[in-house]
């Protein structure tokens, strides 16, 4: 009775695992409740049936696992599932603004090295050049990269 009781628990362990693997991903009631069959399986393994039979039952436990892992890494569940388009385009943040080089503006907010500003009445998202920029400071344009406006302060000008 015992071994019915371990293999059952096992087996219900081992189907939400499948469901909380091929189903429903991420921390689920699913996974919790599979981890605790296959514990309590585990633990009734070495309570009533002795060390032998416990560590049988954690290697046979563990092991089914694996290969349940391994087989759905190899199946084609996971490219069924998968998300295959690639983005073949970049969204432009200074399309239709005109920012040059040593234009001056304000910061917005405090630039912990990426941060907002305004700068010649529009409020864009920064790169400081040298570290925190406290908010309120006034900063000009040192260089644009790949539309990324990098900014300075001016005292360090």
């Known amino acids: 009775m015992e071994v019915f009781i371990i293999l059952a628990l096992i087996l219900a362990g081992l189907l939400l695992f499948i469901v909380e693997v091929f ?19 585990n633990y009734y393994a070495f309570d009533t049936l002795g060390p032998v039979a416990g560590f049988i039952t954690l290697i046979a436990s563990a092991l089914s696992c694996v290969v349940i892992i391994v087989w759905f890494m190899r199946s084609k569940t996971m490219d069924k599932l998968s998300l295959k388009k690639t983005l073949d385009y970049k969204i432009d943040p200074l399309k239709g603004i005109r920012i040059r080089i040593g234009d001056k503006g304000i910061t917005i907010t405090r630039l912990a090295l990426i941060g907002n500003a305004n700068i010649n009445g529009n409020i864009i998202e920064v790169r400081s050049a040298d570290g925190l920029i406290d908010e309120n400071t006034p900063v000009y344009v040192e260089r644009v990269v790949g539309g990324t406006v990098i900014v300075r302060t001016f005292d360090q000008w």
Do not use: T
């Open 23 to 41: 189903l429903i991903p991420g921390i689920s009631i699913a996974g919790i409740a599979s981890a605790i069959c296959l514990l309590y399986a």
